[in-house]
Every structure is written in C-alpha cells, then in structure tokens.
C-alpha cells in the first residue's frame, strides 16, 4: 500500500516499502487548501480520504471536487491487480501515470492533453490511446499518411501550370505557338528540374561534412528533405510527361527505390553510413542541370554550332559526375557495410549492387544519347523541319485527293444504283406488257 499525498501545489509520493522512492514534485492543477488530503491505492481501490469518493476495479474516475468544478481526475488504465493510474489535470498540465513505486511523466502522455472524451471511455479504451499516442511510425509503414510529400506534389502541380500557361509563354515568344503540346510539357519539366535540382545539389554541399564522419541531427534530416524532393520530381515527372523512353523511366524508378532502401537500412539499423550512401547516391539525380540547359535550347532551335559544344560538355560533365557518385557508394560499402553480419545486410548487399548497376548503365546510356544528339543536330534540324512541313501540308493534300476519291466512289455508286434501279423498273415493265400480251392471246 502507497500513501499519495496531495498538497496545496505539489504531488508528494512517499512509498511505505523498505528501499524509498525518491520524491517527484509535479504541479497541481489548482490549489486545494486546507489539510492535506491522502490518497490511498490498493489492488484496484482508490478512495478520496476527505470525502470518501471510492472507484473499485478500475470503473469510471476518481474526481477531487471544489466549488462544483473537478481538478484532477484519476483513471484506472491497468485494471484492477496492475496498480497505476493515468492522472489528467483539469484546466491545464502535462498528464502523468501514476505507478505502484513511481509517478512517470509518459512520452505520450506528455503531448496528451485533457480532451472531454476521455472521461467518458474505458480503460481498456484510454489504455489503446495512450498506445495510439505512443505508436512509433516507420519510413515503410503502408498506412501512414505523408502529408509533406503530398503537399510537395501538389507544389510542383501549382508550378509546373504556371510556367506552362504563363511563365515560358512570355520568356519563349511567338516560338510558344509553334511547339506541340507534348513537348511543351516537355519544356516545363525541363525547367522545374534545373531548378529542383540545383536547389537540392545546394543542400547536399551544406551537409558534405557528413562524408568526413561528422553527423549532426539536422544533416540527417537535410539529406531526408534531400530524398524526399528528388522522389516527388521524378514521380511527378512520370506523371505529367506524355512520353518517356524505357532507359529513363528505369532510372526514375532505380533512384526512388534505391533512396527508399537507404532510407530503411538507416533507420532500422541505425547505420549512420547509409546517411552517407544516400546522400551520394542522389549526387546521381542532381548533376544534370548541363543537360536540362541543352535540351532547352534544342527544343528552341538554338543555332546548332553553339549547342554541340554544351551537348558535348554535358555529356562528359554528366559522366564523370555520376560515376563519382557511384564510387562513393561503392567505397563507403567496402569500408562500413561489406563486413556486416545479418540479414538485413545480406539483402542490402544484393539490392545495392543491383542499383548501382542498373544506374550506371542507364547513365551510360544517357551520356551517350546526349554526345550522339550534339553531333547529329544539323541533321536533326532537317528531320524535324521536314517533318513539320509534311505535317503542314501532306495531310491536306491527303485529305483532299482522298476526299475527292470517295466523292467519286459515292457518284459512281449512286449511278450505278440509279441504273440498276432503272434496268430494274425497265424490266419488270417489259415483263407486266409480256404477261399482258400472253393474256389477250389466250382470251382471244
């Protein structure tokens, strides 16, 4: 049996046993004056000494009661042999729970505060809860809701129409007008990833003292901010594209998974080097505003000797930056990660190699289709004005000779009906006047 004394602005526990609990003074809700009032609990029976108000086996709560209003409210959680209560103070303070030795201030009962209902539900109810308030959500738990992200989709949405009927209308001029829909689209991701992306590479190089082993809370969550703005660009970019080549939508895809597994090696783990691995795997995903800048200017017919000079450049910059990445990934799995027992590092040995080579073949691929389009953009330029001349005009001519075919096929059926028609009604009138003749003779 433990003697909880209530005090005018303190809880005071003082513990019958041999080894004594040190004191914990929590403020009260208001001050109760007069005598002090003990509190007595025993094996589900809690009793008000001064006005003898008794719950038994954890039904309902225990309220102190001065000038009609309540002040503190005790309720069972535990049931009637587990012996700790969850205190919630009327009109303001952090809930506590009161146990059989000790008042512990509760992680979640620390964000609770007094809600009407909770007078009203069972302990059984009120000790769900408090689980509810403690439940700890992972990065892979398929039922949180990640409103972040979502907002985040909904913000590059927002840009993405107000450069599209906007912003390049007024920085490309009349040149707007001539562009297809497809690639206008094409256009609007191009510029939200130069700018993503050159916003993302900036907060990496404020957190590479990461690489040098010097971890700071709020480096490890720039490197997540980090992810989680690469994964909604490539996501909406699938998205809001008309058309992406197989090689690209792969890499999109290899990126997202390959940050998602870093991301729950981390945190399950807790590996502070997959912090690190991350952060130079979405090196791989931020060095490329070279290439966005020379795919712009192809799309706006830039004069074709200027622009095999950046295509070239952003072949090579693009290469040697995404496979220093890769080297990085790959050093810091040799130094921190290859010797690591369990299955969870055996899975990530297999699934890391598997990205690491899906990226740098997609990346060679890349490099490669750049470099090919700087040599080949005078031939490029023909095709494609070729192409918009026979969009122009072949469908016209097209449209009109097949026109006046079927216009010549519908007369041509049409006469044929009308003399079918005609043969038709000329014959049956030979056959009425042969009847006829056959039938006089015969009268006659």
Known sequence: MHDFRLQPDKFAIEASEKSPVPQRHVPAAATFGGAETSFVAEGGVWEWVADTMIARNGVACLQKRARGEPLVSLVNLGGPRTGFILVMPYGGGNPMIIGDDTVLQHESCASMSYAPILS???????????????????????????????????????????????????????????????????????????????????????????ISLRFALWKVNVVRACACLIAALYLFELIYRYRMTYPMIAHHLITCFAMSLALVMCER??????????????????????????????????????????????????????????????????KFQRRADGQLYTAWDALYWICTAGLAVTQVWGAWVVWKMGDSLEQRYSQKSQQEDELQFTPVLVASNAARMQQSRQSSTTASVESSRKTSRNVSCDLEKAAFELELTTRS
């Not at 809701?145 to 985040?152: D, E, S």
């Not at 297809?180 to 050159?198: C, D, G, M, P, S």
């Not at 916003?199 to 590479?208: G, T």
Request: hydrophobic share 55%.
């Open 269 to 334: 783990l807790q590996d502070p080097s997959y912090v690190i691995t991350g952060l130079l795997w979405i090196f791989q995903a931020t060095t490329e505003q070279t290439t966005f800048v020379a795919l712009f200017m192809y799309r706006l017919k830039a004069p074709a000797r200027m622009l095999r000079t950046v295509f070239r450049i952003a072949a090579v910059q693009s290469i040697v930056f995404k496979f220093a990445s890769i080297a990085g990934t790959i050093w810091m799995w040799i």
């Open 120 to 210: 009203h539900l069972s302990p059984a109810s009120l000790g769900e809860v408090v689980k509810m308030a403690d439940q700890r959500m992972n990065v892979e738990t398929p039922y949180v809701f990640p409103i972040a992200f979502v907002t985040l989709l909904f913000i590059l949405y927002f840009i993405a129409n107000l450069l599209h009927n906007l912003l390049l209308p007024c920085m490309v001029g009349r040149k707007w007008r001539d562009i297809k829909a497809e690639h206008r689209r094409t256009l609007v991701v191009y510029v939200l990833q130069l700018v993503i992306t050159t916003l993302v590479v900036a907060m990496q190089l404020s957190v590479c003292s990461l």
